[in-house]
């Protein structure tokens, strides 16, 4: 299978405070792991991504833990700002080759 | 250029009526794909050209749609006869190469409009 599901589809947070969204995926065959980030009509923005060889990887305010037992992962964002307003989709590759299947995304929205 | 490019970013068509959709992955990408986003949902995958290798086709939702990728890098996806429910950004990404778990990098999309 290769569903991926993300929760929750909606996150409100205060400017400053964290935000994280977690994913679960299907796929056992499954070892990449992207995020992407999506303003409105705009083209979406990769952010961080993360392979099954790691376990956590972070990027400034950025970071993403990967459990593969569990099949999940999670976006976390840090002392969030406004500019973190967005849609947020997560992601994994289908059968570990290079085809992505998406979730559904997440809208963020950071309250100033 | 520097990032994958689309054309044309908008396109408004009768029901019935075949489009085409043009994109041009960033230089050096062999990897191509297309997928389609409607209006608030995430994005579904199309199909996946890498480098001369038949492409995988498995996400085209019927027969009206066909994708080709010349001389290894510009690729058109083509929607014959279409329908109102085709309504949708096209968005085209491109990555490095073969190896799994390349970063795939996004164009603008093409917003396409059926009457």
């Known amino acids: 299978g290769e569903n991926v599901e993300q929760h929750p589809s909606t996150l409100s947070v205060q400017e400053g405070d964290s935000a994280v969204i977690k994913c679960t995926y299907s796929d056992s065959a499954s070892n990449y792991f992207p995020w992407y980030k999506q303003e409105l009509g705009k083209r979406p923005q990769l952010i961080i991504d993360?392979?099954?060889?790691?376990g956590e990887k972070k990027d400034q305010r950025i970071a993403v833990t990967l459990n593969k037992t569990a099949k999940h992962f999670s976006l976390h964002i840090t002392e969030t700002q406004p500019e973190d307003s967005a849609v947020y989709f997560c992601?994994?590759?289908?059968?570990?080759?290079?085809?992505?299947?998406f979730g559904k995304g997440n809208q963020v929205v950071v309250i100033p | 250029g520097a990032g994958v490019s689309q054309s044309p970013s908008n396109k408004v068509t009768e029901k019935g009526k075949d489009v085409e959709l043009r994109c041009d992955p960033i230089s050096g990408h062999t990897a191509l794909y297309w997928y389609r986003q409607s209006l608030g949902q995430g994005l579904e995958f199309l199909i996946y050209?890498?480098?001369?290798?038949?492409?995988?086709k498995s996400g085209l939702p019927s027969d009206r749609f066909s994708a080709e990728r010349t001389g290894g890098s510009v690729s058109t996806l083509t929607i014959q006869r279409t329908q109102q429910e085709d309504s949708a950004v096209y968005l085209c990404?491109?990555?490095?190469?073969?190896?799994?778990?390349?970063?795939?990098?996004f164009g603008d999309g093409t917003r396409l409009s059926i009457l």
């Open positions: 992601a994994a590759n289908v059968g570990g080759n290079n085809r992505l299947a």
């Open positions: 993360i392979r099954s060889n790691v």
């Open positions: 990404a491109s990555s490095l190469g073969s190896t799994p778990g390349q970063p795939q990098h």
């Open positions: 050209f890498q480098g001369n290798s038949a492409p995988d």
